[in-house]
């Protein structure tokens, strides 16, 4: 079973404006990551959140976790075409030693 | 050149071949992952492996072996192929310890299995 779950499934937009994704997940987590996937390619890590952290930036991305609502959202400003990819949140969980994925969001940013 | 590395890139096969994925890494990293990638799924853990002597089944071993040759070498079989194990099986690496938590994948495999 997945522990996390992104939401949207997909999402469409323009360049230039801001994306948003959502991942929920079930458990209690060490830490939570961000990876993206461009079309059959391998996954690159993009950022990782600790447990005990509530924002985290990188360049152009923001990440949120809401460990009391078992959430995380990843915020991508200023789109770029080149940013049209898979995302996919992953949790370690507490003790353990490897990632659990969502099934990711696929985003589109038209130009 | 790529620190992951996977061999074969594409591969067909019939049912009930066995056929072996090799995953090669540069990275000096511990640890090592298989995943397959079903469409709508995300990545699913198959197996995983913390040193060469340590192997682990993940969310969906059946059907699958592994083999840890070496430090940078991490194998992944299926005995006897079906249908349903068509799909993108991506190799991953990472460290150990806080701070070094982050996975780096290899380019995947795609197998049909006719």
């Known amino acids: 079973s997945q522990q996390g779950e992104e939401d949207p499934q997909a999402l469409s937009i323009q360049e230039g404006e801001n994306a948003t994704m959502n991942c929920s997940y079930k458990?209690?987590?060490?830490?939570l990551q961000w990876y993206r996937q461009n079309s059959g390619r391998g996954l690159v890590h993009l950022i990782l959140i600790r447990s005990n952290e509530r924002e985290k930036h990188s360049g152009r991305l923001r990440v949120t976790l809401d460990t009391s609502k078992k959430s995380s959202s990843l915020l991508i400003t200023a789109s770029r075409a080149a940013d049209t990819a898979s995302y996919f949140c992953a949790t370690a969980t507490l003790g353990g030693n490897k990632l659990v994925f969502g099934a990711g969001t696929i985003l589109r940013v038209k130009s | 050149d790529a620190d992951v590395t996977q061999t074969p890139r594409n591969r067909i096969t019939k049912t009930g071949k066995r056929i072996m994925l090799e995953c090669s890494q540069t990275?000096?990293?511990?640890?090592m992952y298989w995943y397959r990638q079903d469409p709508g799924l995300g990545l699913r853990l198959i197996y995983y492996?913390?040193?060469?002597?340590?192997?682990n089944k993940g969310e969906i071993s059946d059907g699958y072996s592994v083999s840890r040759q070496a430090q940078a070498k991490f194998s992944l079989s299926l005995e006897s192929a079906i249908p349903n194990q068509t799909a993108l099986y991506f190799c991953?690496?990472?460290?150990?310890?806080?701070?070094?938590?982050?996975?780096?994948f290899g380019p995947g495999t795609r197998l049909l299995v006719l």
């Open positions: 991953a690496t990472s460290d150990h310890g806080t701070g070094r938590e982050t996975q780096y």
């Open positions: 458990t209690s987590i060490n830490n």
């Open positions: 990275k000096g990293h511990d640890r």
């Open positions: 492996s913390f040193d060469v002597k340590d192997i």
